[in-house]
């Protein structure tokens, strides 16, 4: 969430920042929360001088009883005073219950670097990489090829679970797993630790992280109150949930594979087929905690990490810059990196990489130490390294021969085992 001073300082620079993201219902909002908040700050200094008579009353309490002196009147001001008292600090908690409501609903605001725009279309194409294949046959979409090659069986998912759950087989389970191989490995090796997080969140991990109360409907509530993970940031980023770090130890840098659950993807819109949308994926996430002067290097680092996977797997991308209205909720400054269907003849989005400043770490109270210095928020960073469904859309499409089998990219093929599906 957003600094409270910052809003009660600059609250036509919030209502900017919230309009330019098109978060127009966040506007009242503001309004609401300065007024609780002028409410809040107003109760807390009569709470203090409560209090501060209450101590100056139980003193002359005590020396009217020393010196051998009626009290009677004095207990029946103290009782009052305490009925006052407890009816203030009511009254105090529940203005506090309502700015902290209020503060969770206030989206992060864009860095100024990010251009203003209401959606994909304004999007800024920073960087391509790579050429899209031109074939001398008639390129096949990836669930084609799929089919014929026996290694996906959407059918029998469906049948199992529904549309959006396909089922793995043979060669495709074997690909999914060099995949998760090969993407751990490479960000190990560039001093990422490996986390293997739980797969349910509580609500209060969700609320750290932001889905919570924005995007709870997009989410698979299980029993007992907890989530299926939409993703392993959510999880990852609250390692450190409610922790005071040390200065030294940043940045924190993980990396994890899991299963993702969302109840949107695949429901609705054109061009779902396949892998576009599933409600569950495989992903390979980057989670990084940063110091604030480090996280928008850390946005660059991270978002070139995943490029030279795409490049490993020559596929060809394109990194955009995203504008102000197709940001998410928590996000300040975000890259998509999107992968060439051949035989789709569109871009495929593989890769989100995200700076949320200390939004996330303010609602998590994740904060770090510098000496003997006051703590202060980290800023935390995520980005897929990458993002299955799509990636194998791509390398099916992209790298298909004449004959209907796949080749394999070279970086790929000491974790398959072999240069080709079929």
Partial sequence: MLDLKKIRENPELVREGIRK??????????????????????????????????????REIGARKSRGEAIDDLL????????????????????????????????????????????PEDNVVVKTWGKAPRFDFPAKPHWVLAETLGIIDFERGAKIAGSGFPVFVGDGARLVRALVNFFIEYHVERGFVEVRPPLLVRPEAAFGTGQLPDKEGLMYEVKGG??????????VTNLHAGEILDASELPKKYTSYTPNFRVEAGSYGKDVRGLNRLHQFDKVEMVVISHPDASYDWLERLTRQAEELLERLELPYRRLLMCTGDMGFTQAKKYDLEVYSAAQDRW?????????????????????????????????????????????????????????????????????GKDHLG
């Fill in 226 to 235: 907890y989530y299926l993970i939409p993703t392993s940031e959510v999880p």
């Fill in 76 to 119: 029946a001001r103290a009782e009052d005073l305490k009925a006052r008292l407890e009816a203030l600090e009511a009254e105090t908690k529940s203005l506090e219950t309502r700015l902290s409501e209020l503060l969770s609903q206030i989206p992060n605001l864009p860095h100024p670097s990010v251009p203003e725009g209401r959606g």
């Fill in 348 to 416: 495929l989005e593989v890769s989100s990489i995200s700076n949320m400043e200390d939004y996330q770490a303010r609602r998590m109270n994740l904060r770090f130490r510098e000496g003997k210095g006051k703590p202060r928020f980290a800023h935390t960073l995520n980005g897929s390294g990458l993002a299955f469904p799509r990636v194998i859309a791509a390398l099916l499409e992209n790298h298909q021969l004449p004959d209907g089998t796949v080749r394999l990219p070279e970086a790929l093929v000491p974790y398959f």
């Fill in 21 to 58: 993201k098109q978060e127009h219902d966040a506007l009242p909002l503001v309004d609401e929360l300065l007024a609780v908040d002028r409410a809040h700050r107003q109760k807390k200094t009569e709470l203090d001088q409560l209090r501060a008579e209450q101590k100056r009353l139980s």
